[in-house]
């Protein structure tokens, strides 16, 4: 099932071209409800509706380091620290956007905006304390997400060993376009994934690369506790614009689209737009000390 947030809040699924409005409040309802949710009798086409960011999870698990390419393409900027593969920190959810969102540029903090692909994976029943075997009860379906990041900001706060802020400024998160439920997904671990900018591929990686499964992932991660419709992301793959030999040709800029795809899981395109377009004013001046 393609399961999809649209207009204001409404739940659907995706039948074909069209939309069957669910009887549920939210995407994350759907799954507290352990997906026991009637329909509206509503169908509306795909194309008259607005999609949405697919779910607002309680807690957003955000980890990094999975992918090995990507962990050496790091060492080679010379970060102060490096990022393990346990790594995890809360993301902000007040960031999450959705397909066709615009990411908004500040300018006034940062001059390095980059992309990161990356599965995104739904929990379904709750849990904690549970082993790699277990797990697949509690994947209830995936999504993709692109970690945007400010790396001047990143850069700075890996001299404390830690990053949060570089990934949680608002409109750093891009989630969707939809959530496909696990059943549809034949291998999780077999999934091609490609990023590009105004169509020019950037990353290219896939599932399999991972250095840890995401069962044994999600097993790792659950003593901080699983509630239905909790987010995991499982890190992302070589080719940010940060590791360039010219970075500064391939950071993000206002008027860039960017397209984060996963094979079987969809097409997530965001746009840039400025300060000055989102807001009608200037981005106000750098609070700093
Ligand atoms: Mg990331």
Redesign the pocket.
């Known amino acids: 099932m393609r399961l999809i947030t649209f207009d204001e809040g409404r739940v659907g699924r995706l039948d074909g071209d069209d939309v069957i409005e669910l009887d549920v409040p939210s995407t994350r309802a759907y799954f507290e409800r352990d997906g026991k949710a009637g329909e509206t009798g509503e169908r509306l086409k795909l194309a008259d509706v607005r999609l949405r960011a697919p779910i607002t999870p309680k807690k957003f698990f ?1 980890t ?1 380091g999975n992918f090995a390419d990507h962990h050496e393409e790091l060492q080679a900027v010379n970060w102060s620290h490096p990022v393990h593969k346990g790594i995890v920190f809360f993301q902000n959810v007040d960031a999450i956007i959705g397909p066709d969102d615009p990411i908004v540029y500040p300018e006034h903090l940062t001059k390095e905006l980059d992309y ?1 692909l ?1 599965l995104a994976v739904i929990i379904g029943k709750p849990g904690k304390f549970f082993g790699p075997d277990e797990a697949l009860e509690h994947i209830a379906g995936f999504t993709v997400f692109n ?1 945007i ?1 400010a790396r001047d900001i990143q850069r700075r706060e890996m001299e404390s060993g830690v990053f949060s802020f570089s ?1 949680a400024i608002d409109t750093f998160c891009p989630i969707g376009p939809y959530i496909v439920t696990a059943d549809e997904i034949d291998d999780m671990q077999n999934l091609a994934m490609q990023l590009r900018v105004n169509g020019d591929v950037r990353q290219t990686g896939h599932t399999k690369q991972m250095r840890v499964s995401i069962p044994h992932l999600v097993a790792y991660h659950s003593p901080q506790v699983f509630s239905a419709g909790d987010i995991i ?1 499982t ?2 793959v070589s080719g940010v614009a940060a590791v360039q030999p010219n970075p500064f040709d391939f950071y993000l800029r206002p008027g860039d689209v960017v397209e984060a795809e996963i094979e079987g899981i969809g097409t997530l395109r965001n746009h840039v737009v400025s300060w000055q377009d989102a807001h009608g004013e200037p981005a106000p001046e750098k609070v700093d000390w």
């Open positions: 955000h990094a990161e990356e970690d990041t990934k992301t890190g992302t």
